[in-house]
Nanobody, 123 residues
Framework: QVQLVESGGGSVQAGGSLRLSCAASGLTYSNWCMGWFRQAPGKAREGFAS???????SYADIVKGRFTISRDNAENTLYLQMNSLKPEDTAIYYCAAEARPKYCYEILKYAFWGHGTQVTVSS
């Protein structure tokens, strides 16, 4: 059974940084596409970063240049380094996993996701 557990969320002031982690189990991690999406209260989910099995990363414009996705295949762990945080980044952040390469860059179609971790950015 695929399990994804996020950690590292918290509260930070605008301009600050946070690093999220996602521990994955129950899958052949190195072969899967991994990604992050978020959801703010009253808003739709936003998929914004993905990384394929070869380590190629893709970002939505809303985070490009500020966030970095990375993966450690030896530790079955996904990371998200978030810099220059803004109040509009406040949301619950979810780690997601997908085995089908054709959906690698369509994060909201990923088959599995975790319970999320709260990120709050104050102005």
């Amino acid at each position: 059974q695929v399990q994804l557990v996020e950690s590292g969320g918290g509260s930070v002031q605008a301009g600050g940084s946070l690093r999220l982690s996602c521990a994955a189990s129950g899958l052949t991690y190195s072969n899967w596409c991994m990604g992050w999406f978020r959801q703010a209260p009253g808003k739709a989910r936003e998929g914004f970063a993905s990384i394929d099995s070869d380590g190629r990363a893709s970002y939505a414009d809303i985070v490009k240049g500020r966030f970095t996705i990375s993966r450690d295949n030896a530790e079955n762990t996904l990371y998200l380094q978030m810099n220059s945080l803004k109040p509009e980044d406040t949301a619950i952040y979810y780690c997601a996993a997908e085995a089908r390469p054709k959906y690698c860059y369509e994060i909201l179609k990923y088959a599995f996701w975790g319970h999320g971790t709260q990120v709050t950015v104050s102005s």
